[in-house]
């Protein structure tokens, strides 16, 4: 079956602890990218990887990493996650090229106290 | 600036009723026009999608939308609306150059009353 898997689903932390979700796609879509939504603001793109070792800023990057070393994987690293950071998190993927739509994961709740 | 509109927060439409939630875009060029879904507490889901040629656009779970060029609107539409309609539903625009940019709409909660 085709899908992003998301892990972890729903975390709590606490300010200053590095935490990553996991993302992972088994469609081999080059494209790859990273939402935040939040009520009233729908979704905004933290950042996008166009293959492998090929990653950008979106338009609200700060306090976040990723890396694209394999084509199925796009991990979000949050350093030092701040209660800013308080969100529910997607990750979705799609062809580079053409029309593709995109397909999502089922979003991680985080919150950060 | 490019950008997604979605001028109606929530819309509430009788069961059987016709549906119709608004969208309206400002991007240069042909950008390719996307409706997705999301129920609670999962991931949004691809509806439809308009990418070139006849402006009424079918998708899934018996909606569609219609282009309107002149009107840079891609509204969303079903002819009877069930129940099972209610969840969120976001426009979206993918540049079609600059194929990692998508722009994404707030959202427009639909309610369908039974």
């Known amino acids: 079956e085709a899908q992003v898997t998301q892990n972890p689903r729903y975390l709590i932390t606490v300010t200053g602890k590095k935490l990553t979700v996991t993302c992972s796609q088994n469609m081999n879509h080059e494209y790859m990218s990273w939402y935040r939504q939040d009520p009233g603001l729908g979704l905004r793109q933290i950042y996008y990887s166009m293959n492998v070792e090929v990653t950008d800023k979106g338009d609200v990057p700060e306090g976040y990493k990723v890396s694209r070393k394999e084509k199925r994987n796009f991990p979000l690293i949050l350093e030092s996650p701040s209660p800013n950071q308080t969100s529910l998190y997607f990750c979705a993927s799609s062809l580079s090229q053409g029309s593709g739509e995109l397909f999502f994961g089922e979003g991680s709740r985080l919150t950060v106290l | 600036a490019q950008s997604v509109a979605q001028p109606e927060d929530q819309v509430n439409v009788a069961e059987g009723n016709p549906l119709t939630v608004k969208c309206t875009y400002s991007v240069s060029g042909n950008p390719y026009l996307f409706w997705y879904v999301q129920y609670p507490n999962r991931g949004l889901q691809f509806l439809l999608k308009?990418?070139?040629?006849?402006?009424l656009v079918k998708g899934s779970y018996g909606f569609e939308a219609e282009f309107n060029k002149s009107q840079t609107s891609f509204h969303l539409k079903k002819p009877s609306a069930l129940v099972s309609d209610s969840a969120l539903y976001f426009c979206a625009v993918r540049d079609p150059i600059l194929t990692y940019k998508y722009i994404f709409g707030t959202g427009t909660r639909l309610k369908v009353l039974a």
């Open positions: 308009y990418i070139t040629g006849d402006n």
